[in-house]
């Protein structure tokens, strides 16, 4: 539980740690964003008329107009951006370096935002976010109801013992998960549970590490029929402990793995009453 309060505690305290010149900045109006998380973020701030351009991984924004595909995360048309007009990329490490200089050097403000190691790493970005596009407001807002709710859905479990082992499989050819660099280890440690994986932020696995550790549960993160038919494959080890007691579960990839915090919250809740049945983890009001 210590360690979940220190996560808590950081989340808050990340706000005071902002750079003061990003509020300083004029508010983007016409914004392209090259990640698909970050793009959630800026539609749960209310800035789906002042996206411009997306990647093809982003999702739409619901009851919204189309907006204009300028490619993928890695390879983004540098023609498709520049007829947009924007005075805001939102970029990541993964995105050409070689395009987004060019970018740069005609005047277009390019931010790059690094992998999330951590929900309070979330809620850094998410503010960061805020404080580029005008809605640092709001952003505050939102972090400090997630920030709550986590914390309470953390309580629901603090002090039950044993803590129930946990994989996550977040990919499938190869077999991946995520070792505790990470915001998806944030996830299992609030929701009660042990990481298997001791080392490495994302990683390739094997299945004999998984039944050699022989996990009490097994989390599947999957957005199509492939999480059923891998369920099915660890049912086939009997002696797995995971599928002797029916504890493999599938759980939604785009929320898991590129979560805005209220992801995170929904998500948390959801782990937290696969690992207790009997948790009481309601919504918050």
Not at 51 to 78: F, H, K
Not at 127 to 141: P, Y
């Amino acid at each position: 539980m210590t360690r979940v309060k220190n996560i808590v505690r950081l989340l808050f305290a990340a706000a005071l740690l902002l750079p003061l010149a990003i509020s300083a900045v004029q508010p983007a109006q016409r914004i392209v964003s090259l990640s698909p998380a970050l793009t959630k973020q800026l539609y749960l701030l209310e800035l789906s008329t002042c996206v411009v351009g997306i990647t093809s991984y982003c999702p739409q924004p619901d009851n919204a107009a189309p907006i204009e595909r300028i490619g993928s995360v890695v390879d983004p048309s540098l023609e498709r951006i520049l007829q947009l007009k924007p005075d805001l990329v939102i970029s990541t490490p993964l995105a050409s370096r070689k395009r987004m200089a060019s970018l740069e050097a005609l005047g277009i403000n390019v931010v790059e935002f690094p992998p999330a190691l951590s929900f309070a790493h979330i809620g850094e970005q998410f503010r960061q976010l805020g404080a580029l596009t005008g809605k640092s407001e709001l952003a505050q807002r939102i972090m400090r109801e997630a920030g709550e709710q986590t914390q309470a859905v953390a309580a629901a479990t603090a002090n039950r013992q044993p803590k129930p082992r946990v994989f996550i499989q977040i990919g499938a050819k190869p077999l991946a998960t995520a070792g505790p660099d990470s915001f998806i280890n944030d996830l299992i440690e609030m929701a009660g549970g042990v990481n298997i994986v001791e080392d490495s932020t994302f990683r390739v696995y094997s299945r004999e590490a998984v039944l050699a550790a022989n996990p009490d549960c097994i989390l599947i993160a999957t957005m199509g029929l492939g999480g059923e038919s891998e369920i099915a494959q660890w049912k086939r080890y009997e002696i797995l402990s995971a599928a002797a007691r029916d504890r493999i579960f599938m759980v939604d990839a785009d929320r898991i793995c590129s979560p805005t915090p209220l992801d995170f919250v929904q998500t948390l809740r959801e782990v937290t009453a696969m690992l207790y049945p009997d948790a009481h983890t309601a919504e918050q009001p």
